[in-house]
């Protein structure tokens, strides 16, 4: 696991604070156990291979390994069960078999160390950066999503995991950069968009929070506007990916016709020190994926850049038009039982919920 949780981390390393002063090789400093209980969270650390994929269920007190199938057989599976979550229906309600059988290839041999309510963080591999864990499909007592038995995030490794936990504690304020809601030349509005803003503010003090929206949410506006000085970063906007050139993805803000994207070039330009940036976007994960480095994109981009966890709150497994038409949910959405589009689109669930790593 050594082996493998040091080579994630190989590509990120140098855009966060920690690579500055560890060594991640130290045996001292990888402490899986160790950094489960810094987290207050049971870490799932996943790696496809070819005959066998692992699962690494690390807690507090102990760490388990599992061997699962083939690399072939989950990839087939994930994206078969993408398909379903692209289509009009709602995957629980037909009683989805690719659902279950993720979770049942996935979770299943860890269970007995999952109670429920836990904090889980999914560090994936491969075809897994492109499912969503909370849409997995629990067959007992009675069908459901696991979102409804835990909180997930996602992390990019292990040891950089190790190193977000580490560097919260030395935060002291909660200053948001709040970007959304823009008015794109090709991209038509995201329903919901400006609720959502509203929302996302009143977690925050208000003297504490720098919000640009409408005409004002430029890809200037965050590249001059010090977002280096923020906490917390928050974008509600479409989102690209450039699978043949990653550093082209973006995220659609306001402007004109050859300015109005963020690319993820000028993101890594940018120094950041936030403790959390999060992508509220449609496709805005997706990018390519390499064994041992995981998501290149936008997320990459700002880790690249400093940030310490980039979670990404968007409906890259939504047919773009149903993307364009679904709301924001919250956290009532989650307990209401809705269809995992709203609850992949829910900032309440993220930024009110969301355990610290």
Not at 39 to 48: D, H, R, T
Not at 94 to 116: E, S, T, W
Request: glycine content about 8%.
């Amino acid at each position: 696991m050594r082996l493998v949780e040091t080579n994630r981390a190989q590509t990120l390393i140098e855009g966060l604070r920690l690579a500055r002063t560890t060594n991640f090789t130290d045996s001292k400093v990888f402490q899986s156990e160790g950094v489960a209980k810094r987290a207050n969270a049971i870490v799932l650390s996943y790696w496809l291979a070819p005959e066998h994929s692992y699962l690494w269920a690390i807690t507090p007190s102990r760490t388990a390994m599992f061997v699962l199938p083939g690399e072939s057989v989950i990839n087939q599976t994930v994206e078969s069960y993408r398909k379903t979550l692209a289509g009009p229906r709602d995957p629980r309600e037909i009683a989805d078999a690719n659902g279950q059988r993720l979770y049942n290839m996935l979770v299943a041999p860890a269970q007995k160390l999952i109670p429920k309510g836990s904090h889980i963080a999914v560090i994936p591999s491969g075809s897994l950066y492109e499912l969503n864990f909370e849409t997995l499909l629990v067959p007992d007592p009675q069908l459901h999503y696991w979102i409804e038995d835990v909180v997930i995030t996602n992390a990019s490794s292990l040891l950089l995991l190790r190193g977000s936990a580490s560097a919260q504690e030395g935060f002291a304020d909660k200053r948001l950069l709040l970007i959304g809601d823009p008015v794109s030349p090709l991209y038509p509005p995201l329903p919901q968009a400006a609720s959502e803003v509203e929302r996302v503010k009143q977690y925050f003090p208000p003297d504490q929070v720098q919000t640009y929206s409408g005409k004002n949410a430029t890809a200037q506006a965050y590249l001059k506007g010090d977002p280096g000085s923020f906490s917390y970063i928050h974008f509600v906007a479409h989102g690209v990916a450039s699978r043949a050139s990653p550093l082209d993805s973006a995220v659609i803000l306001s402007g004109e016709e050859s300015s109005y994207k963020l690319y993820a070039r000028d993101i890594v330009g940018k120094r950041l020190h936030a403790k959390l940036v999060t992508i509220s976007s449609c496709e805005g994960a997706s990018g390519r994926t390499y064994a041992g480095e995981g998501l290149v994109g936008l997320s990459w981009a700002f880790l690249r850049a400093g940030a310490h966890q980039v979670p990404t709150i968007h409906g890259s497994l939504l047919r773009r038009d149903q993307c364009w038409a679904r709301s924001s949910g919250g956290a009532a959405d989650r307990q209401a039982g809705l269809t995992p589009f709203r609850w992949h689109l829910s900032p309440a669930i993220l930024l009110g919920a969301l355990p610290a790593l």
